[in-house]
């Protein structure tokens, strides 16, 4: 383990740690007041939610069965690869320190096309496969390139466009219409890939303006732009109704395709499915002591009160600046993200529990928690891969995407559910 990997590790113990040592003070300063139920209160919600996250877990094995397994059948038809050529001219842009026909512009593109399908188990490998590859061509093995800040920057800026996990969680949670925040993820995400793209491109003087860049990129634009221009002329019920219908036939129609190019291809869909199906049941049981952990902590600290304590601090300052505050509850998932993915849907699994899975304050989270990525973590591994100690501007562009994408979350929640 690298050292950087291992220091965002003992950030999170720390984190962890915080919230039960936060708690047992104010839970103890509670009951000198005269509160004789908060260590009850507390106990309970440990039990609880130890349930809880064990019975989430579970209900999960279905639904990331079939999403792995449809994954699959897309993987081995060749969707990644088609992915990859029809971004290739636009990253050669991007990536100009990269020679010609360089393995590493494979990978690159791979592993962009694999964290858009959402196919995290692929996406990771290639992942560090092309940061070795790009490190060949680095002087300075010590120090990250342009190359390889692109990248990882790119890589933080969540790329995924299949959030199946989130939509999943809400599902099980009851919303009545689960993916009615497919559409705004998208959103959201393009914005915060796009911040990522604007900023790494200023420190690195790339130009945007070439005529591939400009049709690729302002074409995306464009379309996004004008899809939130649409919406801002539509009645609320409208644009629930629309984002329901599209979100649907989006999702169904992206399955179906990989099937249809499955049968194209002559490609055996029911044993890929079957394949990737036993890989959504090992990530669905995999996830339960980190579900455990985190909701475990985060529900103590809720039931104690200090949570309320933190929101309203964020509230209050939020409303001395004249905003409506109703997003504030989806903060702890926006500060959480940067540090711990498990963590985060922990906080957003939680705040659906708490208040229910179409309350405003919950679809923030979930748009929250699609549109941004761990931060911290994917520094840590890529550039751990490679010993890279010297990262450069990485971060900041990073955190700086991270941002946008919280921002823009939150304004298409008001959007779409204000």
Do not use: Y
């Given at each position: 383990m690298s050292?950087?990997?291992?220091?965002?590790?003992?950030?999170?113990?720390?984190?962890?740690?915080?919230?039960?040592?936060?708690?047992?003070?104010?839970?103890?300063?509670?009951?000198?007041?005269?509160?004789?139920?908060?260590?009850?209160?507390?106990?309970?919600?440990?039990?609880?939610?130890?349930?809880?996250?064990?019975?989430?877990?579970?209900?999960?094995?279905?639904?990331?069965?079939?999403?792995?397994?449809?994954?699959?059948?897309?993987?081995?038809?060749g969707v990644i690869d088609l992915l990859s050529r029809l971004v290739n001219p636009f990253f050669r842009h991007l990536f100009p320190g990269i020679p010609?026909?360089?393995?590493?512009?494979?990978?690159?593109?791979?592993?962009?096309?694999?964290?858009?399908?959402?196919?995290?188990n692929a996406a990771t490998p290639l992942g560090l496969k092309a940061m070795k590859e790009l490190q060949t061509l680095n002087e300075h093995p010590d120090t990250a390139t342009n190359a390889q800040i692109m990248f990882i920057t790119l890589n933080a800026s969540s790329l995924t466009l299949l959030p199946i996990s989130i939509l999943a969680l809400r599902q099980q949670a009851g919303a009545a219409y689960p993916s009615d925040v497919f559409l705004p993820i998208l959103i959201a995400t393009f914005f915060s890939t796009l911040t990522a793209l604007l900023v790494v491109s200023f420190y690195q003087k790339i130009n945007l303006f070439n005529r591939t860049v400009m049709l690729y990129l302002g074409g995306l634009t464009v379309a996004v732009i004008g899809t939130l221009l649409y919406f801002t002329t539509l009645a609320p019920e409208e644009i629930n109704v629309i984002s329901k219908v599209f979100g649907n036939l989006v999702l169904f129609g992206i399955f179906t395709s990989f099937i249809f190019m499955a049968f194209i291809r002559r490609i055996n869909a029911y044993e890929a499915f079957v394949e990737g199906a036993k890989e959504g049941f090992e990530v669905a049981v995999k996830i339960i002591p980190y579900l455990v952990a985190i909701l475990v902590a985060v529900s103590v600290f809720r039931s104690s009160g200090t949570m309320d304590y933190l929101v309203?601090?964020?509230?209050?300052?939020?409303?001395?600046?004249?905003?409506?505050?109703?997003?504030?509850?989806?903060?702890?998932?926006?500060?959480?993200?940067?540090?711990?993915?498990s963590g985060a849907r922990g906080l957003m699994v939680e705040l659906m529990n708490a208040r229910g899975p179409d309350d405003f304050a919950a679809r923030a989270s979930a748009i929250i928690q699609g549109s941004t990525e761990t931060t911290f973590y994917v520094l840590a591994v890529y550039f751990g891969s490679v010993?890279?100690?010297?990262?450069?501007?990485?971060?900041?562009?990073?955190?700086i995407a991270e941002m946008a994408g919280v921002v823009a979350a939150i304004f298409v929640t008001y959007l779409f559910f204000g």
């Open positions: 050292k950087t990997a291992a220091e965002i590790i003992m950030a999170l113990n720390l984190i962890w740690m915080f919230f039960f040592f936060i708690t047992f003070i104010v839970a103890v300063i509670k009951l000198l007041n005269g509160d004789t139920e908060v260590f009850q209160d507390i106990v309970n919600a440990l039990f609880d939610s130890s349930q809880t996250a064990a019975t989430i877990a579970l209900g999960l094995i279905g639904i990331m069965a079939f999403a792995l397994g449809i994954m699959k059948i897309g993987e081995r038809a010609k026909n360089h393995p590493a512009m494979g990978s690159i593109l791979m592993n962009f096309s694999a964290n858009a399908l959402g196919l995290d309203n601090g964020i509230r209050f300052i939020v409303e001395s600046l004249g905003f409506d505050s109703r997003f504030v509850e989806a903060m702890p998932v926006a500060l959480m993200k940067p540090l711990s993915g010993a890279i100690k010297n990262t450069r501007h990485a971060l900041p562009c990073a955190l």
